[in-house]
Structures are given as C-alpha cells and as structure tokens.
C-alpha cells in the first residue's frame, strides 16, 4: 500500500513537470508569423512618436508634404499623428496642446500663423518635446529647427524673370502672402534687391491674409481699375497665382500679363506651357520633407546633425536652420526639371497642350 502511495505521489510530481514545461514553452514554439507579429508590436511600443499639424490641405502641395514625410518616418521606424489645422489658428493650437498631451518625441508644424503659436509651443518645450518649424519660420518660439527653402533667393528668381519678360519695363503689381509670414518678409527681401536694378515699377501691392488665395480676386480687380496697362504681377505663391490668372482671363489679359508663383503646383505647371503663368519657383518638396523626417527622428534621440551650421533669428531666437535651393522653371526648363525630375508626369503637365 505504502508502495502504491509512493508511485502515485511521484506520478503527479511527473505531470505537474510536464504541464509546467510546456507552459514556459508555449511563448517560443508560436508559429513563425505570429512570433514576427508579436516582434513588431513590441518595436511600435518603442517607436519614435510625432506630431506633424498641416496649416491646411487645401493648398496642393502640402498633400505631397506630408506623404514623403510619413513615409520617410516609418521606414525610420517612427509613427507620425497627422493632424490637418483646416486653415485655422485655433484649431493648430488645440492639436499642439493634443500632441503635448499625448507627449510625442517630436512636434512638427506646417505653420498657419507664424506669430500665433509662440506660448503653445513654449508649453512643449516645458514638457520636453522638440519642436521643428517645418517651410515657415514660427516667430519668437525657440524652435529646436528650422528648415526651408532659401526665400530670399525665391524672391530673387521672381524678380529676375519679370525682368526677363519684360526687358522694356512697365507697372507691376505684387500680390503677396501673409504678412506675418516670415517667409514672406524674406521673399519681399530678396524680390526687391533684385527689382531696384530694373525699369520694373511696384504700383500696386497687397497681402493675402493668411494666405488666403481667394482674397487676390478682389485685390486684383481694385489694382486693374487703377492701373490697366500693368505688365506684370508677382504672386505669394502658386495657389494665388490660380485666381489671379482667373481674373486676367475675365478682362482678356491672361498670357498678355506676365505672372510668377512658387511651389511648382501641377496647375502652375500646365498654365506655363498654356501660355497664362510665365514661371513658378520650383522647390523640391520631396527633398524637403525627405531631410524633415530624417532629421525629426535624429532631434527625437538627441543625435547630433553636423550637416546643419546655419541659423536663423525668429525674432528673439537664433534658430539652427537648413535651407534648400529653389529653381526657376518656364516653358524653356520645365520638361528637364518637373517631368524628368519625376515631379509631375508628362501627361498631366501638358493636359491642355501640345508636348
């Protein structure tokens, strides 16, 4: 009986071992997916996180923005929270505080209004988030970047093809961005630098609030009462230029006023070989967006960036900055430069025309 007792006893010892050792083993003898699975979720844990707030959609090119910055983030194995302002200063702040909230690594903005977003942000760097100013220079804000395109030089291309265009001279109008844009001040700087060489007579001038293109029509139709025979007019950027055009169309001047933009928009491109836009300055955004994401990542683990030896004042700050260089395209470059570049096919840019 004792015996019977004893093989009993060492019989439950033997499947109680069993029972345990299988259960330590169920983790690692999970099928090949699930481990990969299981992996994956364990490095988004991990994953670098970022704010990216967008002015707003509506213009063209910050869809392309945010699709290189996004993708480029991810295969740096960081997440990126999109949040689309709508054009509204309130809106970007609420989505700041969301993202202060939500303590991401990085914030990254697309600002609406560069002088709006100063004590927000100081509410991020308080709770030790870096923050970038993505295109447009957020005034007194101490931003950990600045990176861009170099506006000054934006300016100067404008200026130079006007002048191009127009070798007798004449009026020209400039219808502008926001004016508490800093970008703006800059393109303005360099714009004028160039002009003062010329015939090119500035008579009439405006700025499209928060870069509010639809406020150009009306800007554009009060300066072609007071000075119809204008020659030529320099537009804040493609999206003002569109509704610019639209009015010259309406008074039988389009392609008889030489107008400029900037951002190499798709219908920018097709109003040059139309006839109607005689020059955009082109940005590549991929490149930008592409060095924003790498660079987000880097700041998020405190990576020194020894490419970047520039700074730019925000008003109060001196802000390390990186610039890129923009190109002017007309009908003459457009094909070497948007088409071959892959930045428009060529069937889109010549919808309306002949190759």
């Excluded at 300016?155 to 400039?174: H, T, V, Y």
Aim: aromatic residues 6%; hydrophobic residues 40%.
């Amino acid at each position: 009986m004792k015996w019977n007792k004893k093989l009993m006893i060492l019989a439950i010892v033997i499947c109680t071992i069993c029972i345990c050792t299988a259960g330590c083993s169920s983790s690692s003898s999970l099928p090949e997916e699930d481990q990969e699975e299981e992996e994956e979720n364990r490095e988004e844990d991990n994953a670098i996180q970022i704010g990216l707030t967008v002015d707003s959609f509506v213009i063209e090119r910050w869809i392309r923005d945010r699709d290189v910055f996004v993708d480029t983030a991810r295969k740096l194995r960081a997440e990126v929270n999109v949040q689309d302002a709508g054009a509204n200063s309130q809106e970007q702040i609420s989505q700041i505080e969301y993202f202060i909230k939500k303590r991401m690594d990085v914030i990254v903005i697309i600002a609406r209004d560069c002088g709006a977003l100063s004590d927000v942000i100081r509410k991020a760097r308080d709770a030790g988030i870096k923050v970038i100013s993505y295109d447009r220079l957020i005034n007194d804000a101490d931003t950990d970047l600045y990176i861009s395109f170099d506006n000054c030089k934006v300016g100067k291309l404008m200026a130079q093809a006007l002048i191009e265009a127009i070798p007798q001279g004449g009026d020209i109008f400039m219808i502008q961005g926001s004016a508490s844009d800093n970008n703006v001040k800059e393109v303005r700087q360099g714009f004028d630098e160039v002009l003062k060489k010329s015939n090119l007579n500035v008579v009439y001038e405006a700025n499209c609030d928060a870069w509010t293109a639809e406020l150009a029509v009306g800007y554009v139709e009060e300066a072609l009462e007071k000075y119809p025979n204008v020659k030529g007019i320099m537009c804040g950027n493609d999206d003002i230029a569109s509704q610019v055009i639209q009015v010259l169309a309406e008074n039988q001047l389009a392609g008889n006023v030489v107008v400029v933009g900037q951002d190499g928009d798709l219908a920018a491109c097709q109003r040059i070989v139309e006839g109607t836009q005689y020059m955009t300055a082109f940005k590549s955004i991929e490149d930008l967006a592409r060095l924003a994401a790498e660079y987000s990542v880097k700041i998020a683990k405190d990576e020194e960036i020894p490419e970047i030896t520039d700074t730019a004042n925000d008003g109060t700050y001196d802000i390390p900055c990186q610039l890129l260089e923009p190109v002017a395209v007309t009908r003459e470059n457009i094909d070497e430069v948007i088409i071959d570049g892959g930045f428009h096919r060529r069937d889109e840019v010549y919808l309306n025309a002949d190759y």
